[in-house]
């Protein structure tokens, strides 16, 4: 009987999947609806490996037109969507949802215009990152934001998640560098939100979009703004005895008065494992290293460099080295921004974390981290935008040996949590995704976390988009758990139930 009452339910299920998949092949043609497993397993997880959920179908469409499609079928058929780019992401934005259509964006690859007078480069959501300067370096233009995966991250999950990068200390995060975007919202329609010129009139909603991870609707397309390239640059690398001395520097550069294009650092297990992996020839005798950018016009470069230097000396740095020539500089930042990859050189297994403190407490941070790992028994090793403040502390562990992926997850859950002591936050650039939905109350308290659901169900009331993701426990809008409390803005009539 039990098994009667599975087979019918199964049956239901694939009966109803295969009139969406069906549906969603019409609209998009054959060659861009999969469904056979062996071509679903490429899209069961984002960067967050470790968590693997098959979608019912996915569908890879060219055009805003065949986007909206898609979601029209989607939601006729009961189905959730989750867009996906180039599913780099570490927490687990694009993981997929039971039953999900996952709309992948990664064919909509097109530079659609060049409009360098204005500073403007309109794009499809699947352009990848580094692609964009790439275009329009021999003009002698470039696009800021470069987190460390630019070489195969799209622009649309950079939107999704407002990414950062080493330069975004000086320029700031994606979300100061798209001027509009085309959304597609969960009923089909398709809007425009901003313009190519600066402050469209009216709500900012372009903010509500970029850092939404993907909740509030599919980008089909965005305008990016775009920067001269600096007339000049200067790299260097400094090594300090431990991560007090570095950390102090990073604040006592940046409290002078000097903002370097981008301040990294590295501690000596990160270190090891660059070394290992790329060939750079930094000491490993140190505890920690800087690699620092000034850039801008030549007299500013060559002003704010030497005073950096002179910082650098008087906190402590062992050596200091200038790269010889631009192969040098360029092999010094393959160091640092393969760095996650280079884990692998130093442990068969890794957890990315992401948290954001002020800059001041590094030194002390580290500190605590270091305790944290020793008394746990794993190692963590630390690379991240140290001007920003914003660490990644990377908690090596060995899957094939019990309990220690879980103790290595208690170690990074901890680690948020010293985060967010000092002041600080559970994610400085890698999202909440489904990853850390679960500590968003460490910071936000029911009232905060009802008001962006408001903002969030304004856009898409329905939670077709990335549902369960980002807010600790699945609502309806307006639900508040427990009994009922009127949230402040309703007590104020600013808004009511639908
Ligand atoms: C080695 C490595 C280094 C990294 N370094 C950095 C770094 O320095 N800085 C940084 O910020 N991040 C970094 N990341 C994380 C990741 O690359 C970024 O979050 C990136 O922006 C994700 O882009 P993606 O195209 O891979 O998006 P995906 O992973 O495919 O998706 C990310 C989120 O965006 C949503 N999404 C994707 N496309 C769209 C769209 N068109 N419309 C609406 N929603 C969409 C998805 O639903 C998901 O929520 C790194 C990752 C790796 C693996």
Known sequence: MVGGVETVVMMTTTAAGSDLASALREAVGAHACLTEPGDLRTYECDGLAGKRIRPAVVVLPETTEAVAACVRIAR?????????????????????????????????NRILEIDLPNGRVRVQPGVINLDVSRAIADAGYYYAPDPSSQSVCSIGGN????????????YGFTVNHITAVTVVLADGDVVEIGAPAVDALGYDLLAAVVGSEGMVGIVTEAVVRVLRTPERTRTFFATFPSTDEAGACVSQIVAAGIVPAAVEMMDALAMEAIVKATGVDWPLDVGASLLLDVDGTHAEVEHAADAAVAIARAAGAIEIRQPKDANERALMWKGRKGAFAAMGRIGPNYYVQDGVIPRSSIGPVLREIAELA???????????????????????????????????????????????RYGGSITGEHGVGADKAAYMGEIFSESDLETMNFVRCSFDPSRLFNPNKVFPTPRLCGDIPGHYHPHPAEASDLIGRG
Do not use: W
């Not at 939107?159 to 000086?170: R, V, Y």
């Not at 170690?411 to 967010?420: D, G, T």
């Open 159 to 170: 939107i999704a998640e407002n990414s950062g990068g080493a330069h975004c200390l000086k």
């Open 374 to 420: 020793a008394r746990s028994g794993v190692r963590v090793a630390n690379v991240f935008h140290a001007g920003d403040g914003n660490l990644h502390p990377l908690v090596l562990y060995d899957a094939r040996i019990p309990e220690q992926d879980a103790r290595a997850e208690r170690v990074a859950s901890e680690i948020l949590k010293i985060c967010v």
């Open 76 to 108: 006729a058929h009961g189905a959730s969507v989750v867009p996906r780019g180039a599913g780099t992401g570490l927490s687990g934005g694009a993981q997929p949802i039971d039953g999900c259509v996952l709309v992948v964006l990664s064919r909509m």
